[in-house]
RNA sequence: CGGAGCGUAGCUCAGCUUGGUAGAGCGCUGCGUUCGGGACGCAGAGGUCGAAAGUUCAAAUCUUUUCGCUCCGACCA
């Protein structure tokens, strides 16, 4: 294509708001402009470069027998409904009342629909297995959009969703699924890892998610060195300490007073003891029951775990007033001691049940407690106790005796194994050999389109600007001609051009009547791989430059040879990515 | 939803403290000179200063309200 035919609006300078280097390339090399917070128009060339990337999606799960569909984006919301997740959702999911009085929903997903789908058309197990996906603009109203297209409010996403008769079936198509989105990941030019996620219904090895480490990312990934373990932290397993000798000789329990002193800092600096020396004890309110957790001072809670130990449900710090009711005492005072029968569950943490002894709050105001022994001054089993893992891994954990260490990533795509959680709310069934009726076993699939492309350009760039793979460029080669007004040089450049396109490469040809400079500059900026100067000082000599975006310094190759030595160049770059 | 900040030309921003004729750079239009890494000169177009109300002889500037945006936090199948 001809660039002076197209709306490429480059710029030198970007919004303060664009923080991320992604964002504020996209936006300088015109592939983005903002419309309103956490929506964007996608100009020509960055819808090109995720029209390549869909494709490159839609190859591979069409290779690994998955069935494209295309589902409605505005969805009623009876459906949200019956699964409850119009609740679970909550203000994230958008909706509408429409001129009949009905509700709306704004598809963030679409396993309502889908599953709905595969109840009215399938009944028996020859119908199995099933995979189905589209690609499609999803909509969620995030608290807080931000970081550019990496959290959006709308934003498109490849999902599919998978139909098993048996979970040995299921267990194949994830793995099929895994292994092509790692055959997506890798043709576009993405280093990416795969973590352990939040599981599904089913648990186990269920959820994975896939990442692009950067330092941009939202999510912290927690893995060995030697990668042999890799987790969201949000999952991450952690070694249990080595249990405390019960010492019988321990001191009593003290009382201390301790005015005002709510917090680990505070408490810590009037008795002078360390964070690894307290018990820290939360009310949480999850679901309708007040579970008590505690973690060891220089720890903390991590709810998605908690929420795990709990059976599930909405987790919440409990009110001021539950927690006085609790623990009989003003926020900030609560311990293991002594608490009331209101608590539905205490959930301690393997690193507050290997303390030798701890200070922790003594559910009286103003007033803490030292040398508590776990198991002999408080329980760690019983009716209502329990030793489970609920707190973040920190720096110096361990899992399988090697130590964890912390990145960032951006979470390009997650699989997991759903279970029947749909299907049985939904009547998806069918008959099996048997003739007896079951649920339809499902696994679902998302990869988030928009985050390929900025992951992309967070892996790739320097000063001038984006360095994209050649998969996923918005063209492959661009012809520079810098001396437009000389015929011989435009007419070269136009053979060269007319070549290429006829060899089926994806060309763009700067024919701007602009300086060197200019055109340089924003080639550079646009990440294009492989660019081709055609200039007067060259022809002197019967060359043009090839230059791929990441080397230092132009080729000079022979005018007869340009074409080929672009076609394997081109070649080698996407080798490459196979 | 809590905390902080920002809304002035197409874009990036100054001006606001101390009220008094609307500014710069980039971009854009025309002409000329340039032409291998974002050229230069001259001439020009372009703004109800987010909106509303108030104080004042006079408001971009002070007050109040409101809308939008951004950052930190909370939240995130």
């Avoid at 393997?350 to 803490?368: C, F, L, Q, R």
């Avoid at 090697?402 to 069918?430: C, D, M, N, W």
């Avoid at 190759?557 to 080698?572: R, Y």
Wanted: charged share 25%; glycine share 8%; proline share 4%.
């Amino acid at each position: 294509m001809k660039y002076s035919k197209l709306l490429i609006p480059t710029v030198k300078e970007v919004p303060a708001e664009a923080e991320i280097t992604s964002h504020r390339l996209m936006i300088r090399a015109g592939f983005i402009r903002k419309v309103a917070s956490g929506t964007y128009t996608y100009l020509p060339l960055g819808l090109r470069c995720l029209q390549k990337i869909m494709s490159i999606v839609r190859e591979e799960m069409n290779a690994a027998d998955a069935q494209e569909i295309d589902m409605p984006f505005v969805q009623p919301m009876e459906l949200w409904e019956k699964t409850g997740r119009r609740e679970a959702y909550g203000e994230t999911l958008g909706w509408f009342t429409d001129r009949h009085g009905r509700e709306n929903a704004l598809s963030p997903t679409a396993e309502e629909i889908v599953t709905s789908l595969v109840a009215a058309e399938v009944s028996s197990y020859k119908q199995l297995p099933l995979n189905l996906y589209q690609i499609k603009m999803k909509y969620r109203d995030e608290f807080r959009p931000r970081f550019g297209v990496l959290r959006s409010r709308e934003f498109i996403m490849k999902d599919s969703y998978s139909f098993s008769a048996t979970l040995e079936n299921l267990d194949e198509i994830y793995q099929s699924m895994r292994d092509a989105y790692c055959k997506m990941f890798k043709r576009c030019g993405l280093k990416f890892v795969v973590v352990q996620a939040q599981s599904g219904e089913i648990g186990g090895s269920g959820s994975e998610e896939f990442m692009v480490p950067c330092a941009a990312g939202e999510d912290i990934i927690v893995h060995t060195e030697d990668g042999s373990y890799a987790a969201n932290i949000e999952k991450a397993q952690i070694d249990a300490p080595a249990k405390a000798e019960a010492n019988s000789d321990a001191p009593a329990p003290e009382q201390i007073n301790t005015p005002n002193a709510t917090t680990i800092d505070e408490v810590c600096q009037l008795l002078g003891t360390t964070p690894q020396e307290m018990i820290k004890t939360l009310v949480y309110q999850i679901g309708e029951k007040v579970v008590v957790a505690m973690v060891r001072g220089d720890h903390d809670v991590n709810e998605d775990k908690l929420r795990a130990a709990a059976g599930g449900g909405t987790v919440e710090l409990a009110e001021e007033a539950i927690v006085q009711e609790v623990s009989g005492a003003a926020v900030g005072f609560a311990g293991p001691v002594g608490l009331t029968v209101k608590v539905d569950q205490i959930v301690i943490d393997p690193w507050v049940a290997a303390m030798e002894s701890g200070v922790a709050g003594a559910n009286k105001t103003d007033y803490h407690v030292r040398n508590i022994v776990p198991g002999r001054d408080f329980a760690l089993d019983g009716e209502k106790a329990s030793v489970v893992d609920i707190r973040n891994a920190i720096e110096g954990d361990t899992n399988n005796g090697k130590p964890l260490q912390f990145s960032r990533g951006i979470e390009v795509g997650h699989i997991f194994k759903l279970g029947t959680k749909y299907s049985e709310k939904l009547g998806a069934t069918f008959l099996d050999e048997n003739g007896e009726t079951k649920p339809c076993i499902m696994g679902c699939y998302g990869i988030g389109i928009n985050r390929i492309l900025a992951s992309a350009i967070e892996a790739s760039y320097d000063d001038n600007g984006c360095i994209l793979p050649v998969s996923i460029a918005p063209f492959e080669v661009e012809i520079i001609p810098l001396n437009n007004d000389k015929e011989e040089v435009s007419g070269l450049a136009d053979t060269i051009y007319t070549k290429l396109q006829e060899s089926g490469v994806d060309v763009l040809m700067d024919d701007r009547d602009g300086r060197p400079g200019v055109k340089f500059k924003d080639a550079d900026l646009l990440g294009i791989p492989l660019r081709v100067v055609i200039g007067e000082r060259g022809l002197k000599e019967g060359n043009v430059e090839v230059k791929r975006r990441t080397d230092d310094k132009p080729t000079n190759i022979p005018v007869d040879d340009a074409v080929s030595t672009v076609l394997e160049w081109l070649g080698e770059l996407k080798q490459n990515l196979q």
